[in-house]
């Protein structure tokens, strides 16, 4: 493939949108662009990565046994009645209505899709196990997209789902894709790190999450580099001692009148450590106030204290909730007799705990001293509802936890009967009864994916790119398009690496060699040949690699050139 | 592939929605499965198929130059004002909101998105001709879906674009397009007659539509096969010979009261031929109201008098202005003195006609007798505005024309500037000025092309695949799964032919013999291999081509079926 001849375009200028480098570089090296908020063109360059990906995930699916099949983008409204999605999916999800007033959703995901599609083919146990996948365009309509192809409303993803006669079978399912997924991402190059998760509203048994470590990453994760264990911030516990262990403080409640609102300014107020101090957040939990207490070095683990709470809506609750629970004014919530009878949940940390400053619950801006949690608070449960901090102990084997920022690339999760139930998908059993299909569903950001081996691998130059996903494994740099002989020489390199199946791209360009130079570093191609009359006059071309630095260049006769790009490829 | 794994489901019964061939068997086949009205899934067995077809449209591209890429399928409404079809699209586009209330369109094609991309990336001539192509879902609210795939509300196509600098260049690029496309249909097996087309709100120039001829097509197709010449109804012309040339009536006109509304009741009223008749209809073009004049036995072309009428919109115009226009009752109107002044338009073949019965534009059910065109009408212009019918001579050779049915698979299009005009979409040219870049546009119904293919070929047992596109090239209905000497045989066969890069399919359900013959010749793979006990026994395995008959079957060593196999799906 000639340069000349391709829709290539490079930049100077980072886009001003772009708050990380895998979107500025996606931008700047021509792989993307811009169409509007949170929607990009793949061109020529970005489309042929976004292909090897997806030839990836295609192999390793097919390796399993999944089978590939496509589904509608619009999802009729009544699939998502079904499974009482079409409420809880939100402003998140767009929605339509065809020219017959029918209501339809564009598919952010297809669990209740493809269980009335399977349900209504499967209906013997000897038709399971069976695993579909589909590599497909999903839409999400975010409150503000941004991060390139990380957060946008259009994206490419493959969703497998398996069905299987029971649990077991959905565990060994699960495993399977498990590993197909560690094989998929080792192959894109990623350094991919499965953790725990929430199942959230998709499921509540178990899940994992495949992570790319990078400090861009939106998500945090719990890492213990002694013992490997690794969660999600959402899902990870730590090993937690007590308050009850220190000191004990047998001193009265006392009001304290204070105007300091924040942990901060309590700890300059009160001139006491933020351990001593306890958080108190007052939340709706389905229509409900519940209070949640936690200590003043802490925040609040929203999706352990929504799961504590049994809650399937969760939010904050508005300011005039929070005065009417507390009957104090906001900044004074406590979880000393509050105005109103509600649930307060405390930290597990906080069992025992004696001579805490809490909010007031009085009318003013009053806070109290010596709370002690036992004599003073009437709790309903002290659980793990904290944010794992780094420095944290591990609660597996005691070592130290630290925080990482990660990408989320895939996911796995076990369903178990939740969708099957709601589409009464059942399997005749080998004694003619009926049973319930156990599903799992399966998720890989096909286009984040390609955005993550970026952010995880690219210098102040540019890309870096892992082979098997470059747009081009090599890169000629023609030095001089206009002598025939030297360009005879980078057609016979071209012609001989597309024989040996290796692709490349010559940049036959009539501009000057640090123009291509730059070009060829800022797109990242792993292996750049150089091929000019001056270096043919010193009897050869220059190969190196894209990750090497400039004084590994090799100097080899072009006859050569295939077999050791071969060698660096490899290597 | 063990059938026993997959995701299949055949069906006796046809559904109850399918009106033609081609969708009862996609249906029974298992290739597809309806999600709603105009939605389907593509099962394993349809993606198959599906996925050869892109692939050998991908290779065809890919071999002209043309670049992939792909572009979003939310489209903001900006880029359709920019053109003027956002109003234009009509219902038939599926419109949205996001969350911050900005309009979008789900791509029912995506003229305007490339226009808009392409622009910001060129800006020289060096940088063109440049042709793109995505193979990308597109939308489309059909008042009615139906046909299963022909007429769905998601469907996939292949839209490619090409950008040039002048319309010499675009010319080439547009052949090398339809040349591309003849490859793409006949590698695909099809039978695809290219057609001269009418360019309607997508351009004005030359365009070719390529048609799978089959009854159930629902486009009519001018064929005269003397010649080639082959034009979509809608434009087609014919050697027309003006009524001049017949018997000459000079009798006064006279008016003739009759019930007879329709051709065919005057026909029997008057017991006169429908070629002494007028038709004449009343249309509303961009808001006036033109009437238009063909003969009795013909019927408008739309398209022609659209054109004539050098209208934008244009639709039949309703009763109250149709009685307003003629001043007469429905069924009464005339070209001989219409009520109101409007523009009268006749077609050429009533040029110099004379003794003819038209409507007669007076207040009572009153037809008028000898109407003399020349003499006793007002005609703004004869021209060709008749729709070709069987039998007409064909206007290049004199051959005579032949009306078939096709359904359109592919379509190329000369756009010239219509979109670059309204994207402002120029290049600096070599002497460093601007010009604006020449446009064309080439679609494929990749989805559509699948069931053309079933359409083009079947039997009444069901679908006979072109190797090519078959889900698998071959079947081996393995007869005694149980008996592991024989399904040894078949597991031979089957990795031989893995090996020799033939796709395959074991049946190795439990079922009998004539239930896996059913489904074999219902799906439709090329080659079947029966392996059974009995024919062991017997010295081998039977080899038969589903398009032969049952006494062409072929019994054959084991060890030779592959390159028996070979030969069959060469031959």
Known sequence: MKWSKML???????????????????????????????????????????????????????????????????????????????????????????????????????????TDVVKSIVSSYRQLPVTVYQIQWKFRDETRPRFGLMRSKEFLMKDAYSFDTDADGADKSYWTMYHAYERIFARCGLKAVPVQADGGDMGDSLTHEFHVLADAGEDGIAWCEKCGYAANLETAVAHVECDAAGEVCHA?????????????????????????????????????????????DRELNEVKA???????????????????????????????????????????????????????????????????????????????????????????????????????????????????????????????????????????????????????????????WPAAVAPFAVVVDLLDPADAAVAKVAEDIERALEDANIDVIVDDREERPGVKFKDADLIGFPVRIVVGAKGLANGGVEIKRRCDSKDKTQIVAPGEAVERVKNLLAG
């Open 306 to 464: 929504k799961h504590l709470a049994g809650a399937k809506v969760f939010a904050l609750a508005d300011f005039a909730t929070v005065r009417e629970v507390t009957g104090a004014p906001i900044g004074y919530a406590g979880p000393v007799r509050p105005q109103a009878d509600v649930p307060i949940y405390a930290d597990i940390e906080l069992k025992g705990a004696t001579g805490m400053i809490t909010g007031g619950n009085l009318a003013g801006e009053i806070d109290l001293k010596n709370v002690s949690f036992e004599r003073d608070c009437k709790i309903a449960a002290y659980a793990d509802i904290s944010i794992v901090q780094d420095g944290d102990k591990c609660a597996k084997c005691g070592g130290t936890l630290a925080i990482k920022r990660g990408i989320e690339v895939g996911q796995v999760f076990k369903l178990g009967t939740k969708y099957s139930d709601a589409f009464k998908a059942v399997y005749k059993t080998a004694d003619l009864g009926e049973n319930t299909i156990v599903m799992g569903c399966y998720g890989v950001g096909v286009s984040r994916t390609v955005q993550a081996i970026i952010e995880q691998s690219h210098d102040k130059d540019g890309i870096i």
């Open 252 to 296: 009265e409640i006392e009001n304290a009148p204070t105007p300091a609102k924040t942990i901060e300014e309590m700890v300059k107020f009160f001139g006491v450590p933020a351990t001593k101090m306890v958080k108190t957040l007052v939340y709706v939990a389905d229509g409900k106030p519940v209070m949640f207490c936690v200590r003043g």
């Open 8 to 114: 290539i375009q490079t930049l100077r200028e980072n886009p001003g949108d772009a708050e990380i480098d895998s979107h500025k570089l996606l931008v700047r090296a021509g792989l993307v662009k811009k169409v509007a908020g949170g929607l990009y063109a793949y061109l020529p360059l970005g489309m042929r990565a976004l292909k090897k990906v997806q030839q990836i995930v295609r192999e390793e699916m097919d390796s399993t046994g999944a089978q590939e099949i496509v589904m509608p983008i619009l999802q009729p409204a009544e699939l998502w009645k079904t499974s009482g999605r079409w409420d809880l999916m939100g402003p998140n999800m767009f929605r339509l209505k065809d020219r017959a007033e029918h209501e339809a959703a564009l598919g952010p995901t297809a669990e209740e899709e493809v």
